[in-house]
Every structure is written in structure tokens, then in C-alpha cells.
């Protein structure tokens, strides 16, 4: 599958713009995830009240949403944020956690959908069940495999226009008409909390660095997370010691070494 820029490449462009990404996330990601970006070559910020969000996202070059710990406020300051992104033009990434769990979370996404996020990244179950089909997830940990979602992924990504990222043992992107394959990371991975969700804010810094390609830097954010990932659980010796070395492994990739290293495939 052709794609304008190599992974390598779209890293390499983000380290040097460094962008400014606001994160409204969870409670339990706000650290890791400003860590992973730090670590990755971007600059997070973990903005989220309703009296500044608006104001912050027409200044970062991208927004990213999570729903983890959802709450009035919090909601607020999302669609405030999410409304100002558009209006700037900004590209905004969605992460629909546990969307399906209760009736407060659906109307919230539903709420979000209609401001037109540029990615939404989820599990496979929490894709299924976004697109209106059935899923096996429970609460933010999904019942199904990436590959019984990817219909699911091609339907949301036409629906919504935009790119639809399903994340798991292996990844699956697309954008309702191109679509690759992601191979790589560790199963070490899930058991590290919010990585997931830092994946999430990692795909807001490709894609402010390339906010005319989301589906080649939502491609390349998949892939060095796939590498780094693979190549710290080479030494760790569990999900403690796999932590540092992630961070450090997301820290030390070249561009080079990521366009060697991705598995990318149809």
C-alpha cells in the first residue's frame, strides 16, 4: 500500500516541529501519556477545563479527547475544545473508552462524534460496538479480536470521514479506503496501565506534524509504538521493568531504524 511519507519520515518531521498537543484525558493517563510524548519528541499539555480548553486548542497544533474518567466538567471542556479545534482547523483525535458501558457514555460520544473528529483510535470491541455492531468488550478491556472489527473500522471510517484506528495484538488503520496492518509490540503492553491511551496522544503529535496526511501519521504513531514496544520487552523482565524501558526505547528510535524495524502490511 503506497503511502506519501515512510514512518521514519513523519517521525522525523515531528521531532523537529515539536508540536504542542492538548490532551484531555484521564486521571489514571495524564502521566504516562505527557511521558510517552515527551519521550517520542512532542509537547504535551493536559488541558481540560470548560473556562480554557476552547481558548488552548486554537493554539496547539492538535487535540486529543479520552472519555476514560468521564465527568460533567470534563465533558464540557471537551466539547469546548473539540468545537474550537474544528473552527481552527485543527486536527482532533477521539478515544471512545468504554463508550458502550452506560447510557452517560454513549450520549457523550455521540455528543463528540457530531463535532467530527479527524481519528478515532479503540479497541477492537469498543470500534464494534461504536459502528452499532455487536461486541464482546467489558468495561475498557476488549472481548474481541482486531481483525472481527475491521469491517466495523471501514463502515465508522466511511460514516465519519476519517481515520479509524483499532489497536490490540496486532493494529488495523483505515480510512474507509485504504487500509494496512500493523504487526509488532508486546504482550506486556496491556498490562501497563494507560498505554492505550498514550497511544492515543501519540497519534495527536503524528498527526500535528502531518495534519494533511492523518492516515500516514496515525500509521506511523501505530508503528513506533509497535517497535519501541517490541524492542523493550527484549529486556524486561516484567510490566515494571518493561515501563523505563519502553520510554527510553520510544526516546532512543531513529527514523531510520523505524522505517527497518515497522512491519507494515495490507
Not at 65 to 89: C, V, Y
Not at 125 to 132: D, F, N, R, V
Not at 190 to 201: D, K, N, Q, Y
Request: charged share 20%.
Amino acid at each position: 500500500m503506497q503511502m506519501i511519507e515512510t514512518p521514519g519520515q513523519i517521525l522525523a518531521a515531528m521531532r523537529q516541529k515539536n508540536p504542542l498537543v492538548q490532551n484531555i484525558t484521564n486521571f489514571v493517563a495524564m502521566n504516562i501519556a505527557a511521558n510517552v510524548m515527551l519521550a517520542a519528541g512532542a509537547s504535551p499539555a493536559m488541558v481540560h477545563t470548560k473556562e480554557e480548553a476552547g481558548d488552548f486548542a486554537r493554539i496547539a497544533a492538535a487535540l486529543t479527547i479520552n472519555i476514560g474518567t468521564l465527568s460533567p466538567d470534563f465533558l464540557s471542556g471537551m466539547k469546548e475544545a473539540a468545537k474550537a479545534a474544528g473552527e481552527a482547523r485543527k486536527p482532533w483525535i477521539l478515544d471512545p473508552v468504554a463508550h458502550f458501558a452506560t447510557a452517560y457514555r454513549s450520549a457523550a460520544v455521540e455528543e463528540l462524534l457530531s463535532l467530527k473528529p479527524t481519528v478515532i483510535r479503540g479497541n477492537a470491541s469498543e470500534i464494534m460496538a461504536l459502528a452499532g455492531s455487536q461486541s464482546s468488550g467489558q468495561g475498557v478491556d476488549s472481548g474481541d479480536r482486531t481483525e472481527k472489527a475491521e469491517g466495523a473500522a471501514v463502515a465508522l471510517a466511511r460514516r465519519h470521514v476519517c481515520v479509524v484506528a483499532v489497536t490490540g495484538e496486532q493494529d488495523f488503520v483505515t480510512d474507509g479506503d485504504r487500509s494496512v496492518h500493523i504487526l509488532g509490540g508486546s504482550d506486556l503492553m496491556p498490562r501497563v496501565t494507560a498505554l492505550g491511551c498514550s497511544l492515543t496522544a501519540l497519534v495527536g503529535a503524528f498527526v500535528a506534524a502531518r495534519p494533511d496526511q492523518p492516515f500516514d501519521a496515525t500509521v506511523a504513531a501505530l508503528a513506533m509504538f509497535a517497535v519501541a514496544g517490541e524492542e523493550a520487552a527484549l529486556a524486561a523482565s516484567g510490566p515494571g521493568s518493561f515501563s523505563p524501558l519502553f520510554l527510553d526505547g520510544l526516546a532512543a528510535l531513529l527514523p531510520e531504524t523505524l522505517d527497518a524495524k515497522a512491519r507494515i502490511v495490507a
